[in-house]
Structure formats: structure tokens, C-alpha cells
Nanobody, 120 residues
Framework: QVQLVESGGGSVQSGGSLRLWCVAS????????WEWYRRAPGSQRELVAR???????DYLYSVKDRFTISRDNAKNTVYLQMNRLKAEDTAVYYC??????????????WGQGTRVTVSS
């Protein structure tokens, strides 16, 4: 099993920036695809950004050109740089990952979430 822990959430004014990160831990694993999701109050969870093992990225249209997802495979970490934040970005952000071990075993894990609050 692979465990994910997010960090970096907080409160910021509109137009500000925050950086989230998520660290994976476990035994002999490899992360294939990382994703960031968010769930705003009263809304459904939505996919914010994705990065594949080959570095291909994809973004929710409303965050494109403001958010950047990146990964550091050596540190088993994914980042989400969020710039020009808006009030509508307020949500709990979750990282998730598709992983494989050497057994082989494959699975999908979720982090516990980190809250981002943007005040206007």
C-alpha cells in the first residue's frame, strides 16, 4: 500500500499564491499518474490537474494558466503551484495517485485533503 500526505493549504487573499505538495510513502513502489482534485462546499469533487509518468499534464479549464502541476520522482512528491487565486478556488484539495509495486501490485491512493481558502 502507498500512503499520501498533502501539505501546503491555508488562507490567502484573492490574487495570491499557494503551493501544495503531496508525498507518497510505502515499500518499493512507483507512481504512475498523480492527480489533484478539489471539493468546494456544496459541490462535487472535480479533477484539477493531472500529470502522467511521462510528464504530460492536463488541467481543469478554469485553472489553466494559473495552476501548475509538477512531480519529483526522486522524492515521490507532486506539487501544485496555484497563482492568481480566486475565491472560487476555495476548496479542500486532495491528491491521488495510481501506483505499482514490485510484487506486482497496483492500486490507487488518496490523501487526507488540505484546505485552501481564498478571500476576496
Amino acid at each position: 500500500q502507498v500512503q499520501l500526505v498533502e501539505s501546503g493549504g491555508g488562507s490567502v487573499q484573492s490574487g495570491g499564491s499557494l503551493r501544495l505538495w503531496c508525498v507518497a510513502s510505502g515499500s518499493s513502489f512507483r507512481i504512475n499518474t498523480w492527480e489533484w482534485y478539489r471539493r468546494a462546499p456544496g459541490s462535487q469533487r472535480e479533477l484539477v490537474a493531472r500529470i502522467t509518468s511521462g510528464g504530460i499534464t492536463d488541467y481543469l479549464y478554469s485553472v489553466k494558466d494559473r495552476f501548475t502541476i509538477s512531480r519529483d520522482n526522486a522524492k515521490n512528491t507532486v506539487y501544485l503551484q496555484m497563482n492568481r487565486l480566486k475565491a472560487e478556488d476555495t476548496a479542500v484539495y486532495y491528491c491521488s495517485a495510481d501506483w505499482m509495486t514490485g510484487v506486482p501490485e497496483a492500486g490507487h491512493s488518496w490523501g487526507q485533503g488540505t484546505r485552501v481558502t481564498v478571500s476576496s
